[in-house]
Structures are given as C-alpha cells and as structure tokens.
Nanobody, 128 residues
Framework: QVKLAESGGGLVQPGGSLRLSCVASESTLDLYAVAWFRQAPGKEREGVACISSADSSTFYLDSVKGRFTISRDNAKNTAYLQMTNLKPEDTAVYYC?????????????????????WGQGTQVTVSS
C-alpha cells in the first residue's frame, strides 16, 4: 500500500479558496485512482472527488460540482483538490485515498471500503 500525506488545509472565510495536496511516498501513484473524502463531526465519511489513473476521468459529489477540481501530477506523485467558493458546510477533515479500481469514478458515490490507502487528513474550516 502506498503511503499518503495531505497538506493545504486551514481556516478560510466563506467564498474563499484552498488547494489541498496529496503526496505519495512511492513513484507508483500513476497506477491508482485517487480520491478525496471528507468527514465532518458526527457525520459519515463521504467521497468528494476522484480521478482515474487511465484517462483522468473524474467523479464529483453533487454539492461540490463547479466549485472543486481534482487533478494529478504523476511526475510529482501528487494529487490536488482545488476548492473555490467555499461554504461553511464544506468544513471537515479531508483525506486522500487510493484504489486500483479505476471504474470507481463511474459510480454514483465513492464507497470508502474500496480504497486501500489513506492519508492522515487535513482540517478545512470555513468560517467568518
């Protein structure tokens, strides 16, 4: 399993932007689909975005479509989540995760148990 490390979280005002990064410890990130999940206190972990390994197809949770963009730079073993127009309901711990199952981007939701490697998470707080 690949080791992952997220960064880029913080406190931002509503309407602001953040870019999260997920760095893999090995130069094999190109083999995996990469996803971003989030978990708010008292809520289940939900899949926010995912990008496939083969053709960079993407999945987005409906509530973030048009505001979040997932991307990857395999040469840097890094995936990103660009978040704009942030809302208080986006407040959560954000995790990156990987899976070898590329077809996951075609599902209506991202099942956490399909992802084998997880980072430690980074806190995103949207508040005025």
């Amino acid at each position: 399993q690949v080791k992952l490390a997220e960064s880029g979280g913080g406190l931002v005002q509503p309407g602001g932007s953040l870019r999260l990064s997920c760095v893999a410890s090995e130069s094999t990130l190109d083999l995996y689909a990469v996803a971003w999940f989030r978990q708010a206190p008292g809520k289940e972990r939900e899949g926010v975005a995912c990008i496939s390994s083969a053709d960079s197809s993407t999945f987005y949770l409906d509530s973030v479509k048009g505001r979040f963009t997932i991307s990857r730079d395999n040469a840097k073993n890094t995936a990103y989540l660009q978040m704009t127009n942030l809302k208080p309901e986006d407040t959560a711990v954000y995790y990156c995760a990987t899976t070898l199952w590329d077809a996951v981007v075609g599902r209506q939701r991202l099942p956490p148990n399909y992802f084998g490697s997880w980072g430690q998470g980074t806190q995103v707080t949207v508040s005025s």
